[in-house]
């Protein structure tokens, strides 16, 4: 298992059919109890008319994991949408799977299926993203060189988040942390070493996982 934390890369919903009823899976990153909560009573509002609205969330490392059947079998519904999350490593998450009855009971195991083939499909839909550390890092560069950096920076994988024009260009940029010294050559020579980047710090951000 990776020893950073694995979260949804974005928000994201799918939908499949099972026997005539729709079951559509929502997902959503989130940092707190009350995030995950309020984004289930978002897509209860939505769906008021549904049949069911199953949830599960995890949270803080697997700390804090809970989940409702709402209404369905004790069992079928809930726990199978936490398994799912729990199966695919993801953490600080939150999934609601909505209902529309078909007319077709489907019984325990079918739902326990659909369920949880609702579930990951979201997660499928959102893609996994993996925290890791990130380097953010200044520099100033000439007019000039500022032209090259600005096309080439994001070639290299780097993020830039901010842009300052005075006498020489400052950029403020991010790098993943273990990419951070091959980077910092490159710009070194792109620009025939007038502009040596200077780390300001490291954060936690996603990656693209898949």
Not at 42 to 64: M, Q
Not at 96 to 118: C, D
Not at 193 to 208: C, D, F, H, V, Y
Request: hydrophobic share 40%; aromatic share 8%.
């Amino acid at each position: 298992m990776s020893e950073y934390k694995l979260s949804p890369a974005k928000k994201a919903e799918a939908e499949i059919i099972e026997r005539k009823s729709r079951f559509i899976g929502y997902i959503s990153p989130v940092s707190s109890e009350e995030e995950a909560r309020a984004f289930i009573e978002t897509i209860k509002e939505k769906h008021s008319d549904a049949t069911h609205n199953v949830w599960a969330y995890v949270l803080r490392g697997g700390a804090i994991a809970r989940c409702s059947d709402d209404g369905e079998p004790q069992g079928t519904a809930g726990l199978p949408t936490l398994e799912v999350l729990r199966k695919s490593g993801l953490d600080d998450c939150v999934v609601v799977v909505t209902r529309y009855f078909g007319g077709i009971l489907l019984g325990a195991g079918g739902l326990t299926r659909a369920y949880s083939a609702a579930a990951k499909a979201a997660v499928d839909a959102a893609g996994i993203a993996e925290w890791v550390p990130f380097t953010l890092f200044s520099l100033e560069a000439s007019y000039s060189d500022y032209q090259k950096l600005a096309y080439e920076l994001p070639k290299m994988g780097a993020t830039v988040e901010s842009t300052e024009f005075e006498v020489d260009v400052t950029i403020k940029a991010a790098i993943e942390s273990e990419r951070y010294d091959e980077i910092a050559d490159r710009i070194a020579a792109l620009t025939n070493g007038k502009s040596i980047p200077k780390a300001i710090g490291t954060e936690q951000r996603p990656s693209l996982v898949k």
